[in-house]
């Protein structure tokens, strides 16, 4: 850890597109300190990347903790190179180690539209759109618990548990609530189908009500997951933090970016609110192996991750400079890149960020 106003990051750029928004983002977060005076030290990473992953067999070190050491945060750019490394291997030996090593047991995503990115739900304007997905990372329905029975046989039985604690329950939904109460409008929706889980998701309930008689100005209520994706689409201005469990939350993390356009500029955060170990940036892109060495990919998710990691770090002025830059920018076709049928490339495009700022 290092004292206040000078933040120690790790920078991971990753595989494919990951290292060419990386510079973009970390040029970004260097104009944001010097205006903003604070410091960032960085030390970047070679390694949770498929090249490491060829040189070594393996994607990190078996010392990769102690070469982290214990940074503030960790900036992370996009992994994965299916051609060379099953997307199991790669995201099991990498991003999946740090959420679990750190017990980030938040992952947040917002859903907000942006000027300059063509909506796919018609009529809607930005400002319309603007909310967050808290979902539970770490238990749930991605339990190894279970098993087979008369496996290959007509009789073959096949059983996966959900485990819930209360621990990890109501610690999810204490940051969903507190997120809330930060907020205008100061709601949590909560997902569940306790009409057909008869078990997990009644008690899912039950654990809302309690939370929220700790928050008498946050107003909460639930929706069934299905009627739930529903309204992401159909009323997507009825929310504004959105807590679920693992399964429904790692859906509705997907489908409400998507409700908001391309996925070059949504950001994300893995985060440890107890601040116990770092939290972890991201956008919400892979490495894109398409487009990868052209320097033509948006770097507007690895941008706005650098925003969403200086809020964590208590640096809520420049995190909200950083997401007017980034408005101002893409309000403008000749800045954006060509996924959102601008001109520019990733360079052109972060620098005139960073110029906004
Ligand atoms: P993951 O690695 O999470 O499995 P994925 O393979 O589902 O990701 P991505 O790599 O995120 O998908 O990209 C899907 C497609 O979207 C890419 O092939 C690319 O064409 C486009 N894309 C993704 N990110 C960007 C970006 N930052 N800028 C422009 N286009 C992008
Ligand atoms: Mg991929």
């Known amino acids: 850890m290092t004292t206040a106003r000078n933040y120690s990051i790790s920078v991971i750029p990753g595989d494919g597109i990951g290292k060419e928004v990386m510079p ?20 970047w990473q070679d390694f949770a ?17 102690e070469r982290i050491g214990q940074p503030d945060a960790i900036f992370f750019g996009a992994v994965g190179w299916p051609d060379t490394v099953p997307d199991h291997v790669s995201l099991w ?31 809607r304007e930005p400002g319309d759109i603007d909310f967050w997905v808290v979902r539970e990372n770490t238990e749930g329905e991605y339990s190894s618990v279970g098993g087979k029975m008369f496996p290959g046989t007509p009789r073959e039985v096949v059983i996966q548990e959900t485990v819930m604690t209360r621990h990890g329950t109501d610690r999810v939904l204490r940051y969903a ?4 109460a930060t907020r205008d409008r100061k709601h949590v929706t909560s997902a569940t189908k306790s009409n057909g889980i008869a078990i997990t998701m009644p008690w899912w309930d039950e654990r809302v009500e309690e939370m929220a008689k700790n928050y008498p100005t946050v107003t909460h209520d639930k929706y069934h997951i299905d009627i739930l994706t529903a309204q992401f689409v159909l009323n997507p201005d009825r929310f504004d933090v959105v807590v679920a469990s693992n399964l429904f939350g790692d859906i509705l993390s997907d489908l409400g970016p998507a409700c908001t356009g391309t996925i070059g500029v949504a950001p994300s955060g893995n985060i440890n609110p107890d601040r116990t170990a770092p939290s972890l940036f991201e956008p919400v892109h892979g490495s894109a192996p398409d487009i990868a060495g052209k320097g033509i990919a948006n770097p507007v998710g690895q941008i706005w991750s650098a925003a969403m990691m200086l809020e964590h770090l208590g640096e809520a002025d420049a995190a909200a400079a950083i997401m ?26 972060g620098k005139a960020i960073a110029d906004a700022l």
């Open 324 to 349: 007017r830059a980034v408005e101002t920018v893409l309000a403008e076709p000749g800045l954006r890149t060509g996924d959102l049928k601008g001109k520019a490339n990733t360079e052109q495009c």
């Open 93 to 123: 030996g990498s991003l999946l180690q740090f959420r679990r090593e750190y017990d980030q047991y938040v992952n947040l995503r917002p859903v907000r539209l942006m000027p300059g990115v063509p909506c796919p739900l018609v009529g």
């Open 24 to 43: 973009e983002g970390v040029r970004v977060l260097e104009r944001a300190a010097s205006l903003y005076g604070f410091s960032i030290e960085q030390t």
């Open 49 to 65: 990347c498929c090249d490491y992953y060829a040189r070594h067999g393996q994607m990190m070190p078996d010392d990769w903790k």
């Open 177 to 180: 609530f507190d997120l809330a």
